[in-house]
């Protein structure tokens, strides 16, 4: 069984900062990841993603209205995922969700297996 808990959204002004982490927990069986995201949500949207990494070689790739503000990374002895995201800006308000994916350099949200709850970024102007 695979857990991935979202934790880090919070409400901040425009122009601040916030770091989310995603911890991963698995339990028996096999867990075959080659890579993970953080995918965002607004009301009646698309679930968009936002940026991703590939586990083992942490190469990182983004959606182009976070890239330069956005960081993706990973601590593979902790099996936590980060994103930390400033100069965040109104339209970052979404809930945040990471992703596990067996299918590297996957960014459509249907190629990820394993989701969390997601956590709430707010930005207010």
């Known amino acids: 069984q695979v857990q991935l808990v979202e934790s880090g959204g919070e409400s901040v002004q425009a122009g601040g900062s916030l770091r989310l982490t995603c911890q991963v927990s698995?339990?028996?069986?096999?867990?075959?990841?080659?890579?993970m995201s953080w995918f965002r949500q607004t009301p009646g949207q698309e679930r968009e993603f936002v940026a991703s990494?590939?586990?083992?070689?942490?190469?990182?790739n983004y959606v182009d209205s976070v890239k330069g503000r956005f960081t993706i990374s990973r601590d593979k002895a902790q099996n936590t995922l980060y994103l930390q995201m400033n100069t965040l800006q109104p339209e970052d308000t979404a809930v945040y969700y990471c992703?596990?994916?067996?299918?590297?350099?996957?960014?459509?949200?249907?190629?990820?297996?394993?989701w969390g709850r997601g956590t709430q970024v707010t930005v207010s102007s």
């Open positions: 992703a596990s994916s067996s299918i590297a350099g996957a960014r459509l949200a249907r190629q990820y297996e394993y």
């Open positions: 698995v339990s028996g069986g096999s867990f075959k990841r080659f890579g």
């Open positions: 990494i590939m586990w083992n070689a942490g190469l990182p």
